[in-house]
């Protein structure tokens, strides 16, 4: 099992930024690719990025490419998701994953309990 915990999350303004940390434990987090998704209220959930085991490759939704970036120290067992430039629409719970098969867009085996993001114009 990974528990993952989701912190950063916050009320700000439009072209404010944040950053987002996601905790893992349990197991070897190296072992797994990282993902971030949110979900917006009476929206289905949405993949926002995702990072491969290592880190050398990154994936990025088309309405976040160029405003968030997403990171992971293996050292201390975290993903990150700067989030720069936000946006009214990018309001919504963000949600970290974890899967040791894949990594992108996908079903994640282990998911964190979600931090809120508000964005107020």
């Known amino acids: 099992q990974v528990q993952l915990v989701e912190t950063g999350g916050g009320l700000v303004q439009v072209g404010d930024s944040l950053r987002l940390s996601c905790a893992a434990s349990?197991?070897?987090?190296?072992?797994?690719?990282m993902g971030w998704f949110r979900q917006a209220p009476g929206k289905a959930r949405e993949f926002v990025a995702a990072?491969?085991?290592?880190?050398?490759?990154?994936y990025y939704a088309n309405s976040v490419k160029g405003r968030f970036t997403i990171s992971r120290d293996n050292a201390k067992n975290t993903a990150y998701l700067q989030m720069n430039n936000l946006k009214p629409d990018d309001t919504a719970v963000y949600y970290c994953?974890?899967?040791?098969?894949?990594?992108?867009?996908?079903?994640?085996?282990?998911w964190g309990q979600g931090t809120q993001v508000t964005v107020s114009s």
């Open positions: 994953a974890a899967d040791s098969l894949r990594v992108g867009n996908y079903e994640y085996d282990y």
């Open positions: 349990g197991r070897t987090f190296s072992n797994y690719a």
């Open positions: 990072i491969s085991w290592t880190g050398g490759s990154t």
